[in-house]
């Protein structure tokens, strides 16, 4: 077991990672803990669990809302739960976010606890203290940045998660490498196989390094003023696919890191065989799909913000490091436009 410590303004919080959730009550008193769990978290796990009450909700995307939220506030009066009481919230990311809305919203916020049971949610939505619901159709549109008093990262979650979730988590964490770590870059290019059948010393060693890239990148920028943007490596295109394809999030950043990083060696930032290791490592996880990449420069076009024709960019400037650039929607058409 690892212990990592995130220090932030809103507060520290810790990270044990390769620990068991039966271990939580080394942590947390239960006496007083109410636990969120995703209802297919609970079927396949929850006999493991300890014996606490539980709220379960759904892990979909169209009922990430305050509805939810407001049905965990109601069971969470009922259970007489105050101040002094703790949440833990167990799930994918979607669980992560409501339970971390709810807890830090309840009574002004009460302490909270994540165990987060999806790839992605271990290294990516559990860490960094963004919590939020979605809002008549915007993404996160609703929510906050307050830290989890705790994080506990319990891999054995991940043997019955199916594959495609696994690709994904592995989505993120392909970004966490490009943009921040050159080592775990290394890792992912030499043990893909072992990673992906997720055999223990590899995918435990993996996580670690992404939750390090991004712990790093938030204790520099909670707040999300400038570095934590590089974390949307890939997303601002890939957001602009998810809404026009039905691929998931995980496809729909790979090819959004595709694109970016044609742009990095196009604009001459990123070494040309820089560029093509990149995407050979993306090809290597099995994420190549064939998008209409004009149709995504309108879906760009239409999400932009309109005060000016630029959008903030992350693009890379090597293998491990990144930065934020202002590009011309004109420029980014270009690419979109170009035979990849
Ligand atoms: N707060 C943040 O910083 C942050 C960062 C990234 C993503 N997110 C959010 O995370 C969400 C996506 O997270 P996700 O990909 O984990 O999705 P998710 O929570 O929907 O989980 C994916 C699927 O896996 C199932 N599942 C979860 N754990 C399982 C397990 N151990 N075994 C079998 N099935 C399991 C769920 O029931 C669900 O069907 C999005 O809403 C996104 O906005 C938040
Ligand atoms: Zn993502």
Redesign the pocket.
């Known amino acids: 077991m690892i212990k990592k410590t995130l220090n932030t303004v809103t507060g520290e919080s810790h990270v044990y990672l390769g620990e068991s959730f039966s271990e939580i009550e080394k942590y947390i008193p239960l006496e007083r803990t109410i636990m969120v769990v995703?209802k297919?978290?609970m079927k396949?796990?929850g006999h493991t669990f300890p014996d606490v009450e539980v709220i379960t909700i759904d892990?979909e995307?169209s009922k990430?809302d305050l509805s939810t939220v407001e049905y965990v506030y109601e069971r969470m009066m009922e259970n007489e739960i105050d101040r002094d009481s703790f949440l833990i919230g167990v799930?994918?990311?979607?669980?992560?976010?409501i339970a971390g809305f709810a807890a830090s919203t309840y009574m002004r916020g009460i302490s909270f606890a994540l165990v987060p049971?999806?790839l992605?949610?271990q290294v990516?939505?559990a860490i960094?203290g963004?919590?939020?619901v979605n809002f008549k159709g915007y993404?996160?549109m609703i929510g906050n940045i307050e830290q989890p008093d705790l994080v506990l990262i319990d891999h054995s979650?991940?043997q019955?998660?199916?594959d495609e979730?696994i690709r994904?988590g592995m989505a993120e964490i392909i970004k966490a490498a490009v943009i921040g770590s050159s080592a775990l870059f290394h890792q992912l290019e030499l043990n893909k196989d072992e990673i992906m059948s997720l055999e223990p010393g590899y995918v435990d060693r993996v996580v670690r390094d992404a939750v390090d890239v991004k712990m790093r990148i938030v204790a520099r920028d909670e707040f999300e003023s400038g570095e934590r943007r590089k974390l949307n490596f890939g997303h601002t295109f890939g957001h602009a696919v998810e809404k026009n394809y039905p691929i998931t999030?995980g496809k729909a950043v790979a090819l959004g890191m595709r694109i970016s990083v044609d742009m990095s060696v196009e604009r001459g930032s990123l070494h040309a065989e820089d560029g093509r290791r990149v995407k050979r490592l993306i090809d290597s996880y099995g994420f190549s799909e064939d998008v209409d990449l004009s149709t995504v420069f309108e879906a760009i076009k239409k999400d932009k913000k309109r005060s000016d024709d630029v959008v903030k960019f992350v693009l890379l400037n090597a293998i491990g490091s990144a930065e934020i650039v202002d590009i011309p929607l004109s420029e980014i058409e270009k690419v979109c436009l170009d035979d990849h």
């Open positions: 995703d297919e978290v396949l796990h892990a995307e990430k799930g994918g990311g979607i669980t992560c976010d049971t999806t992605l949610a990516d939505a960094g963004k919590n939020g993404k996160n979650f991940l019955t998660l199916p979730e994904t999030h």
